[in-house]
T-cell receptor
Framework: AQRVTQPEKLLSVFKGAPVELKCNYS??????LFWYVQYSRQRLQLLLR??SRESIKGFTADLNKGETSFHLKKPFAQEEDSAMYYC?????????????FGTGTLLAVQP | EADIYQTPRYLVIGTGKKITLECSQT?????MYWYQQDPGMELHLIHY???????EKGDLSSESTVSRIRTEHFPLTLESARPSHTSQYLC??????????FGEGSRLTVL
């Protein structure tokens, strides 16, 4: 079964510091991967998806098939980046319309 | 405005009560989902639907039931609520591009 692993429950950095939120997945093919973000008191929303290769709010994520990773990066963290971040992968083994989410990483950006 | 609406946003009830969490979307999406977000902030799929009269159980066993009589409406029902049902319930629909669009959630507390 596919899995998404986010090893860090909490990541605390200072404003202006680089950020890397780790995501590893288990799937042998070419996956479609997503990063979702949930700001305090807001709904869970899509941040970016690997296929679009966009930079959203300064965040980027590169798919590394060799390491089966899709880490989320930002060179200079801002206080408004503080939120819960989830990595997600479609369930290719079963119903492909489902998304499997990681356990999430809480990013806390200190002033 | 195209959106996905969940009501109630917050609900506090006593054990044994029947509750229905409403979810409606105005985007015409066929595929809809219910996720349970536990206190550790993990997301678990509990129900999904591919269209009218289609409902399936998700990965996490749940005593709740769902129905899909209309495309836009995907309510979740608990016949007899218990304290173990205390959680946040997130409804989502799937865009044609593959990502999920989430509602603001219903936070249920069972005393």
């Amino acid at each position: 079964a596919q899995r998404v692993t986010q090893p860090e429950k909490l990541l605390s950095v200072f404003k202006g510091a680089p950020v890397e939120l780790k995501c590893n997945y288990s799937y042998s093919g070419s996956p479609e991967l997503f990063w979702y973000v949930q700001y305090s008191r807001q709904r869970l929303q899509l941040l970016l998806r690997h296929i679009s290769r966009e930079s959203i709010k300064g965040f980027t994520a590169d798919l590394n098939k060799g390491e089966t990773s899709f880490h989320l990066k930002k060179p200079f963290a801002q206080e408004e980046d503080s939120a819960m971040y989830y990595c997600a992968l479609p369930n290719y083994g079963g119903a492909t319309n489902k998304l499997i989410f990681g356990t999430g990483t809480l990013l806390a950006v200190q002033p | 405005e195209a959106d996905i609406y969940q009501t109630p946003r917050y609900l506090v009830i006593g054990t044994g009560k029947k509750i229905t969490l409403e979810c409606s979307q105005t985007m015409g999406h066929d595929k809809m989902y219910w996720y349970q977000q536990d206190p550790g902030m993990e997301l678990h799929l509990i129900h999904y639907s591919y269209g009218v009269n289609s409902t399936e159980k998700g990965d996490l066993s749940s005593e709740s039931t769902v129905s899909r009589i209309r495309t836009e409406h995907f309510p979740l029902t608990l016949e007899s609520a218990r304290p173990s049902h205390t959680s946040q319930y997130l409804c989502a629909s799937r865009r044609l591009t593959g990502e999920l669009f989430f509602g603001e959630g219903s936070r249920l507390t069972v005393l």
